[in-house]
C-alpha cells in the first residue's frame, strides 16, 4: 500500500513506514490512497496511477469550520486533545478538543516569509535561527523574529497551555523553538485512520 | 519647506503640515529634506530637485543596533518611551526606553501576506478584517488571523505594557485592532527634530 499527500509544492509518499517527498510522482504497482491539495498535480498521479483512492471521499471528521483542506483534517484527524502544526508552504494551526476541530488558522510558511520579503527590498536576506529572548540588534535577527517569531507568537498565541503536535517540512524545525512533539507521519497517520474506518464498514 | 520620506512604495511628502503619498515625484520650489531607504527612487528626487538634503548625514539618535534604516530612525526620534510600529510594505517594530533605542524587529506588512498567500494558491484568498476573538471556521477568517493577527501578536509580545504608537500606510487600520495611538506624522515629527536640531548647530 501507499499513500500519498498532495501538497501545494511537493507528493509526500508514504511506503511501509517511510516517508519521501517528490516533485515529480511516478507509477507505483501496489494499492495507492491518496490526498489533495493541488488540482494540477492531482491529475499527474491519476494520469500514471488512475486508479488511485481519493480519501476526501471517505474521511469522517467532526468540525464546523467550512472548507477545511483535506491535508489539516488527516493531520487532526489522530489527535484527540491540543493543536495541530502542519508548517509546509503555509502553516496550518488547528485546535482539537476530545475528538471534536475548534477551528484554526493560517499563517505563511517559513520560505513564504523570506520569499516575501525579498520581494519588498534585496536588502531585506536573513538566515533561520532560535530565537533569541533579546530583542534583535540587526537586519537578520529582525527578520528571523519577524517570520519564524511571528509563527511562533500565533502558535503559542493558539495552544495556550495544550500539547502541540508539529508536522510538515518545517515541523522538526519549528519543534525547537515552540514546545511541541514533531511528528513526522501525521497526516498519514490521519489517512492510515481513515482506511481502517473504511475497512471496518465494508 | 518640503520634507519627503522615501519608501520601498510611495513618496511620502509633508508640506505645511499636510501629507501626501505619491507614486511619481515632482519638483518643488521650496528647500527640501528627505530621507530614503529606496537608492532608485532617490535618484529620482534629486534628479528633479537637486538641492536636496538628505537628513541621514546630520540626525544624532542613540542605539546598537547595526544598520537601522533611517526611516525607522526618525520615527523613533520624537518617542521618549513607547513601542514604535511603522505599517507599510513591511512592519518594523521598534522599543524606545528613556530616549534610547533597544532594538526592533521587521515582519511583513498586510499587503506584503496577502500576495505572498495567493502566490502559494489561488484558493488563499480573504479581506482584512477586525479580528475576532473566537478561533477562525472559514478561510478568510483564518488568513486573516494569520496575517493581520500575526502583525498584532508580534507587536503585544514586544510592548508588554508599553505605550505603542503606530504610524505609516496600515498604522490606522492596525490601531484598531492593536491597543495604540495612531501618528500619521511620527516620521516627519522626527525630521523636523533634526532640521531644528541642525539649526540649533549652526
Known amino acids: ?26 507509477r507505483f504497482d501496489e ?10 498535480k492531482e491529475k499527474e498521479l491519476l494520469k500514471l496511477n488512475p486508479e488511485a483512492v481519493n480519501l476526501k471521499d471517505y474521511v469522517k471528521f467532526d468540525t464546523d469550520y467550512k472548507g477545511l483542506g483535506i491535508d489539516r483534517i488527516m493531520a ?7 493543536v495541530v502544526v502542519d508548517a ?12 471534536v476541530h475548534k477551528g484554526g488558522i493560517i499563517t ?15 536588502v531585506l536576506k536573513y538566515e533561520y535561527a532560535k530565537i533569541d529572548k533579546k530583542l534583535p540588534l540587526n ?12 509563527v511562533v507568537c500565533l502558535i503559542e498565541k493558539v495552544a495556550e497551555s495544550k500539547e502541540i503536535f508539529l508536522t510538515g517540512g518545517d515541523g522538526k524545525f519549528l519543534a525547537e523553538t515552540v514546545k511541541g512533539r514533531y511528528v513526522e507521519d501525521l ?16
Request: glycine residues 10%; hydrophobic residues 40%; proline residues 0%.
Open 88 to 99: 509546509g508552504s503555509a502553516v496550518t494551526i488547528d485546535v482539537m478538543e476530545k475528538g
Open 187 to 202: 497526516v498519514f497517520q490521519g489517512m492510515l485512520l481513515t482506511i481502517e474506518e473504511l475497512r471496518m464498514e465494508n
Open 1 to 26: 500500500m501507499v499513500l500519498v499527500d498532495i501538497g501545494n509544492t511537493n507528493f509526500h509518499i508514504w511506503q511501509n513506514g517511510k516517508i519521501e517527498h517528490l516533485k515529480k510522482i511516478k
Open 139 to 150: 537586519t537578520s535577527e529582525a527578520l528571523n523574529y519577524g517570520s519564524l517569531g511571528a
Open 31 to 40: 494499492k495507492i490512497y491518496y490526498i489533495s491539495v493541488n488540482s494540477e
Open 108 to 122: 505563511l510558511g517559513l520560505y513564504a516569509f523570506k520569499q516575501a520579503f525579498g520581494k519588498i527590498s534585496e
Open 76 to 82: 487532526c484527524k489522530s489527535i484527540k486533545d491540543g
